[in-house]
């Protein structure tokens, strides 16, 4: 079974202890009324009565709290696996990018590795990701249209990978630099301005 029809048959049980629940509720009140009136004659009766109520209403709220338990570490499970695949992904698009740059020239393999790269990229990246990508792309094509990259090239790709950068890190791990006080905008700025200073000692 996939991850989200998982999720989906988790749900569907959540609805059927909700309604179990209420019927457990409506039933018990209804039941422990006619017997509370029945039991009155025998002793100890009534105190019985409320400890059977009492442990199947435990039952089943350790039921519901095990089934939510469960469709949350699912959840879990699922955004880490699917951060691994994108880190990944990322990963080898960079590696590609540096290898590239490194050998000054671009070979019809690499530019084979870099289109099914996109594929994958379309697979997991977001959408800002994407759009950066697609800017990224149009530079680095621009660059490599003669197999070779001149300076003023070089630095043109770079800073076109220094944008793209920013917005995978953003997709990664956006909500954490948030939670440190750490702007997007900011982190855009230093990124560029270390690739900037990078290329400007090159130089």
């Given at each position: 079974?996939?991850?989200g ?16 629940s ?20 025998w ?9 059977i ?6 039952v ?12 949350v ?5 699922w ?14 698009l960079?590696d ?11 070979t ?32 680095f ?41 750490y ?21």
């Amino acid at each position: 079974m996939k991850q989200g029809e998982r999720i989906v048959a988790l749900r569907r049980q959540d609805i059927l202890y909700l309604l179990l629940s209420v019927a457990l509720v409506v039933g018990g009140y209804l039941w422990l009324r006619a017997a509370y009136r029945v039991a009155e004659q025998w002793p100890f009766t009534q105190e019985i009565l409320l400890v059977i109520l009492g442990i199947v209403a435990t039952v089943l709220i350790t039921a519901l709290l095990l089934n939510k338990q469960t469709e949350v570490e699912l959840e879990k499970e699922w955004s880490l696996k699917f951060t691994e695949l994108k880190v990944t992904i990322y990963s080898a698009l960079l590696d590609l990018i540096e290898q590239v740059l490194g050998a000054g020239r671009i070979t019809e393999q690499e530019r084979l590795r870099l289109q099914f790269i996109t594929h994958k990229l379309a697979l997991v990246a977001a959408p800002n990701v994407l759009a950066e990508y697609q800017r990224f792309l149009d530079v680095f094509e621009k660059a490599s249209a003669d197999s070779t990259y001149s300076p003023a090239e070089v630095r043109a790709v770079h800073e076109a990978l220094a944008r793209l950068t920013a917005e995978i890190r953003k997709d990664l791990v956006g909500d954490s630099d948030i939670s440190a006080g750490y702007s997007d905008e900011a982190i855009s700025a230093q990124i560029m301005a270390n690739t900037q200073r990078q290329m400007h000692n090159r130089d």
